[in-house]
């Protein structure tokens, strides 16, 4: 299995270096193909010369899709891509591109996830990180979550491949929340492409 990870200089590359340890470790069976960026500053990109990892700048969204067609990936991981992902690269690679999404999406677009202690769980549609997290704190949630789900032309939704909760506390704030809950969003990827990559 072939995947290219897309990445800006939004992050730090964490869910990058949390791919490339877990294809390490042998618990994904695949190869990174290419980490892309639109910005040449992204952190993320010297993590992936240090592990002598391909790497490409793709500064203008129209470029991407002739871009991946040429890499050809099974998979494409969105790593703190800001750019906007064009229709026609949704349509080009339906159900092969993997988005983590600071909420917790629902099953069906009428629905709602449910955290462990069966309250609902927030879908935060529309809200980039910092945003999302204050958005838990601001609705008094018991939970704090994420989802990795399928890109589709349904924004911020598509079917979900799993999803990550943190419990809330009395004291927390968007900092030290987002902090637990990115420890928990780099194992939910390697958790779900190591299902993925299964012969």
């Given at each position: 299995m072939n995947i290219c990870v897309l990445i800006s200089n939004a992050g730090t590359g964490t869910n990058l270096q949390a791919i490339i340890n877990g294809i390490a470790d042998g618990k994904i069976n695949a190869d990174i193909a290419a980490v892309v960026s639109d910005k040449a500053d992204a952190p993320g990109l010297e993590r992936a010369r240090k592990h002598n990892l391909p790497t490409e700048i793709c500064s203008k969204k129209e470029d991407l899709?002739?871009?991946?067609?040429?890499?050809?990936?099974?998979y494409i991981c969105l790593a703190g891509w800001k750019q906007i992902i064009l229709d026609e690269v949704i349509l080009a690679f339906p159900n092969k591109i993997l988005n983590l999404h600071p909420g917790l999406i629902p099953d069906s677009t009428d629905g709602v996830a449910v955290n462990p202690d069966n309250t609902p769980g927030l879908w935060n549609k529309g809200m980039l990180t910092t945003k999302a997290i204050q958005n838990f704190l601001n609705h008094h949630a018991t939970y704090a979550g994420s989802s990795i789900h399928f890109l589709t032309l349904n924004?911020?939704?598509?079917?979900?491949?799993?999803?990550?909760?943190?419990?809330?506390?009395?004291?927390d704030t968007?900092?030290?929340?987002?902090?637990?809950?990115?420890?928990?969003?780099?194992?939910?990827?390697?958790?779900?492409?190591?299902?993925l990559s299964l012969p």
């Open positions: 899709l002739p871009l991946l067609k040429q890499l050809n990936p099974d924004f911020d939704f598509g079917p979900v491949l799993g999803r990550s909760f943190e419990k809330i506390l009395a004291d968007v900092d030290n929340l987002y902090k637990r809950l990115k420890d928990k969003e780099n194992n939910l990827y390697v958790e779900v492409l190591q299902k």
